[in-house]
T-cell receptor, first 112, second 114 residues
Framework: NAGVTQTPKFQVLKTGQSMTLQCAQD?????MYWYRQDPGMGLRLIYY???????DKGEVPNGYNVSRLNKREFSLRLESAAPSQTSVYFC???????????FGSGTRLTVV | AQSVTQLGSHVSVSEGALVLLRCNYS??????LFWYVQYPNQGLQLLLK??????LVKGINGFEAEFKKSETSFHLTKPSAHMSDAAEYFC????????????FGRGTSLIVHP
C-alpha cells in the first residue's frame, strides 16, 4: 500500500510565486488534512476536508487555499508565497474521528 | 477547548534505560489520546491510541502509555531504550468539543546514548 503520497518532496519558491502541493491517499478514507510543521511549534492545522465536497479552515489558514478534487485527492495552494510560509507541509488522512492519522512523507518548502 | 503539553523538548537516555516521555492534556469532555513518532525526514507514524477502552495501551516497538484521568496525563514509556528509538515524539488530544480534530503537542526529541 502506498498510503498517503505527497508531491513534490522539496520546493524552493521566490516570494510572490504560486504553487500547489498535491496529496493522494489510496485507503478510501473520508477525511483529509493539511498541516504545517515548524521547529518547536508541533503541527498546526491549515485546512481539512471531513468528507468529499467539504473543506474547512484550521488554525492557520491565511495565505492558503485547498481543493478536495475527489475522495482520493486533496491539494493545497499557495497563491502568493511569503517567507513566513517556509515550512514542512504534511498531508494526512484517517478513516474516522476515533482513528489515528496516516501521514504522508512531507513537502519541504522554502520561500526566498 | 483542548490542549496538550509535553514536558521537556529534549529527553536523553542511555541505551537500555527506561524511556519516559510526559504528556498532559486539557479537555472538558472525555478525550481521545494519541502518540506519534517521527523519524528524521519522515512523516509521523501512529504509535498508539487511547479511545476509552483499557487505560493501559500497548503500541508498536515496545511502547506503552497509561491514561490517568485524575492526573490528566498520558505518559509514554518503554522499559529499555534502543538506539533506533531516537526520534521526535508527539502527543495529541482530540475530543467532541474540537470536532474530534487532534491538537498536537510541540514534541519531545528522544536522544539515546550508547
Amino acid at each position: 500500500n502506498a498510503g498517503v503520497t505527497q508531491t513534490p518532496k522539496f520546493q524552493v519558491l521566490k516570494t510572490g510565486q504560486s504553487m500547489t502541493l498535491q496529496c493522494a491517499q489510496d485507503m478510501n478514507h473520508n477525511s483529509m488534512y493539511w498541516y504545517r510543521q515548524d521547529p518547536g511549534m508541533g503541527l498546526r492545522l491549515i485546512y481539512y476536508s471531513a468528507s468529499e465536497g467539504t473543506t474547512d479552515k484550521g488554525e492557520v489558514p491565511n495565505g492558503y487555499n485547498v481543493s478536495r478534487l475527489n475522495k482520493r485527492e486533496f491539494s493545497l495552494r499557495l497563491e502568493s508565497a511569503a517567507p513566513s510560509q517556509t515550512s514542512v507541509y504534511f498531508c494526512a488522512s484517517r478513516e474516522g474521528q476515533f482513528y489515528g492519522y496516516t501521514f504522508g512523507s512531507g513537502t519541504r518548502l522554502t520561500v526566498v | 477547548a483542548q490542549s496538550v503539553t509535553q514536558l521537556g523538548s529534549h529527553v536523553s537516555v542511555s541505551e537500555g534505560a527506561l524511556v519516559l516521555l510526559r504528556c498532559n492534556y486539557s479537555s472538558s469532555v472525555p478525550p481521545y489520546l494519541f502518540w506519534y513518532v517521527q523519524y528524521p525526514n519522515q512523516g509521523l507514524q501512529l504509535l498508539l491510541k487511547y479511545t476509552s477502552a483499557a487505560t493501559l495501551v500497548k503500541g508498536i516497538n515496545g511502547f506503552e502509555a497509561e491514561f490517568k484521568k485524575s492526573e490528566t496525563s498520558f505518559h509514554l514509556t518503554k522499559p529499555s531504550a534502543h538506539m533506533s528509538d531516537a526520534a521526535e515524539y508527539f502527543c495529541a488530544v482530540s475530543a467532541q468539543g474540537g470536532s474530534y480534530i487532534p491538537t498536537f503537542g510541540r514534541g519531545t526529541s528522544l536522544i539515546v546514548h550508547p
